[in-house]
């Protein structure tokens, strides 16, 4: 079936450093989608992003949905410690129903204060 | 908030024994699904459901079973559980952008 590359699998930074994440597939979607999970909870929506090229803010996230539509990229700038998570790349093809969304297996971030 | 509730949200129980976790939502939405997640394997979609009485199998739907009775509960069954199903399971509803999960089950099975 298909699949997300997301890397890196986990990061450990200083707070204050800005991170970088990204996830590929083999196939073209027409949504791609961010989540973070906290420790013990549920994912939680975060960005979605409908547009080859798109570039999409959330406070200090930023995303963006890859021209080749096999991409998508999430940075966060000035990371502080309630940043810790898990970050997870979705890709769906939505054609006027839900469609089911890939997920990449996971981004672990991990920031000193 | 979407209403998503998940029930339990911790579980012990022994091999062979039959186990079944509830998700429960509030609004209305056609599509459910049931997911666990494993260190190393991130989210793995075991079945999911498009109406009443309405599923299908995802990737790693052996040992599981499902059921849909009414819109609002979407039922996940081990028929005998063992220990490579311990697991945290995760219920999500397909919201028209993206899912909205619950807050998941830990189920350890020793």
């Known amino acids: 079936g298909q699949q997300l590359n997301q890397s890196p699998q986990s990061m450990f930074i200083q707070e204050g450093e800005d991170v970088s994440m990204n996830c590929t597939s083999s196939?073209?979607?027409?949504?791609w989608l961010w989540y973070k999970q906290d420790p013990g909870e549920g994912p939680v929506l975060l960005i979605a992003?409908?547009?080859?090229?798109e570039l999409t803010s959330n406070g200090r996230l930023t995303a963006q949905f890859g021209i080749t539509r096999k991409d998508s990229f999430l940075n966060i700038s000035a990371s502080i410690p309630s940043d810790v998570g898990i970050y997870f790349c979705?890709?769906?093809?939505?054609?006027?129903?839900?469609?089911?969304?890939?997920f990449g297996k996971g981004t672990k971030l991990s920031v000193k204060p | 908030d979407a209403g998503i509730t998940q029930s339990p949200r911790h579980k012990v129980t022994e091999t062979g024994t039959p186990v079944t976790l509830r998700c429960h939502q509030t609004?209305?939405?056609?599509?459910m699904y049931w997911y666990r997640q494993d260190p190393g394997h991130g989210l793995r979609l075991i079945h999911y459901?498009?109406?009443?009485?309405?599923?299908d199998k995802g990737e790693v739907s052996d040992g599981y079973s499902v059921s849909r009775s009414k819109t609002e509960d979407f039922l996940l069954t081990l028929e005998s559980a063992t220990s490579s199903q311990t697991s945290v399971y995760f219920c999500?509803?397909?919201?028209?952008?993206?899912?909205?999960f619950g807050s998941g089950t830990r189920l350890t099975v020793v």
């Open positions: 459901s498009y109406g009443v009485k309405d599923t």
């Open positions: 979705a890709g769906a093809n939505y054609g006027g129903s839900q469609g089911n969304l890939i």
């Open positions: 992003l409908y547009k080859a090229g």
């Open positions: 999500a509803i397909g919201t028209g952008v993206g899912y909205t």
């Open positions: 196939s073209i979607f027409n949504t």
């Open positions: 609004e209305n939405h056609r599509y």
